[in-house]
């Protein structure tokens, strides 16, 4: 159980796009969604912490207008990278935190997306 | 301010046993997770740790001590695919993760 997954595991856009990340947790709700991006040989850096119905909240930082979070459902986020340029190119996982008590403070983690920026 | 520390890198022999230590300072605790990530991966759950003392589970054991703000986790009978980085993390007062730079273990034959 409290499997999370994450669509795509990879992708490659030009500068200038916009690329959109999917973060679901397909068996279990999800109250809580985070947003982590990581740089090669880096921790994990929080972006945002997400909850069902409500606006993110953003780590200093990270731009809001540039990172959109959208938390719609109790199992799905989405992290929309706006007019991507090479240095947002990293490795972004998502985890999600289902409600307690039922559920422990862990955070179930997504595989990740590879994002390349040419 | 809120702080995780441990080791920035550690090497160890198959078959050998590592502990990786880590000591924190955070506003507030309600807990400590393990974690392992391996390169280009995402993190994978290891153990968690509210009371003092030692929770074993398999090769893998998790130590803490909550008047010490510390915590080990102890790795046995090494394996080449224990080749990771291992995540310290804490949840504080509010239930936020706060995380650790990482330790990355590498195993030598």
């Known amino acids: 159980g409290a499997v999370v997954s994450q669509h795509p595991s990879w992708v490659i856009c030009k500068s200038g796009t916009s690329v959109k990340i999917e973060c679901r947790s397909l068996?279990?709700?999800?109250?809580?969604m985070f947003w982590y991006r990581q740089f090669p040989k880096q921790s994990l850096m929080l972006m945002a912490t997400?909850?069902?119905?409500?606006?993110?909240?953003?780590e200093q930082g990270v731009e809001k207008d540039k990172f959109l979070i959208n938390h719609a459902s109790l199992t799905l986020s989405t992290l929309t990278v706006t007019s991507a340029h090479p240095e947002d190119s990293s490795f972004y996982i998502c985890?999600?935190?289902?409600?307690?008590?039922?559920?422990?403070?862990?955070?179930?983690f997504g595989p990740g997306t590879r994002l390349t920026v040419t | 301010g809120q702080n995780i520390d441990q080791p920035t890198e550690m090497t160890a022999t198959e078959g050998a046993i590592v502990q990786i230590n880590c000591t924190y300072q955070?506003?507030?605790?309600?807990?400590l997770f393990w974690y392992q990530q391996h390169a280009g991966e995402a993190p994978t759950f290891l153990s968690y740790?509210?009371l003092d003392g030692l929770e074993e589970k398999g090769r893998f054991s998790s130590f803490l001590s909550r008047s010490k703000g510390y915590s080990y986790l102890l790795l046995k009978e090494l394996q080449m695919k224990d080749s990771a980085s291992y995540l310290c993390?804490?949840?504080?007062?509010?239930?936020?993760?706060?995380w650790g730079a990482g330790t990355k273990l590498i195993i030598k034959p």
């Open positions: 740790n509210v």
């Open positions: 068996d279990f709700q999800a109250t809580t």
């Open positions: 993390a804490v949840l504080d007062s509010n239930y936020q993760l706060i």
């Open positions: 997400s909850n069902e119905g409500s606006k993110a909240t953003y």
């Open positions: 985890s999600a935190r289902g409600p307690y008590p039922g559920f422990t403070y862990e955070q179930y």
């Open positions: 955070t506003s507030g605790f309600n807990g």
